[in-house]
Nanobody
């Protein structure tokens, strides 16, 4: 059974930083594309970033790359999303998602429907 478990969310003041983690099990993590998405209250789930299998294969939603940094540690089966200079509009539930290369996905993607596996999310609240 594939499991993705996010952590690292919380309440932070505007201007602060958080590092979200996504620990994966039950899949070949090193051969999996990882995506990060977020859903604000009353809004649809939106892409944030994705990290592929090859070095440098990273994608960010336009406008987010300056404050968001995605990374992965294959030895720990963990992906990270560093968020700096947090803003109140970053308040959302943040989800990680995964898709294995053997299922046809070979590069980072922000398309949510490309991912088969999802975590339960971690809440990020940014106060002004």
């Amino acid at each position: 059974e594939v499991q993705l478990v996010e952590s690292g969310g919380g309440l932070v003041q505007a201007g602060g930083s958080l590092r979200l983690s996504c620990v994966a099990s039950g899949l070949r993590f090193a051969d999996s594309i990882i995506g990060w998405f977020r859903q604000a209250p009353g809004k649809e789930r939106m892409p944030v970033s994705s990290i592929g299998i090859r070095d440098g294969d990273i994608a960010y939603l336009a406008g987010l790359s300056g404050r968001f940094t995605v990374s992965r540690d294959n030895a720990k089966n963990t992906a990270y999303l560093q968020i700096n200079s947090l803003k109140p509009e970053d308040t959302a539930v943040y989800y990680c998602a995964a898709q294995e290369r053997e299922k046809g996905l070979v590069e980072a993607t922000l398309r949510w429907h490309e991912y088969d596996y999802w975590g339960q999310g971690t809440q990020v609240n940014v106060s002004s």
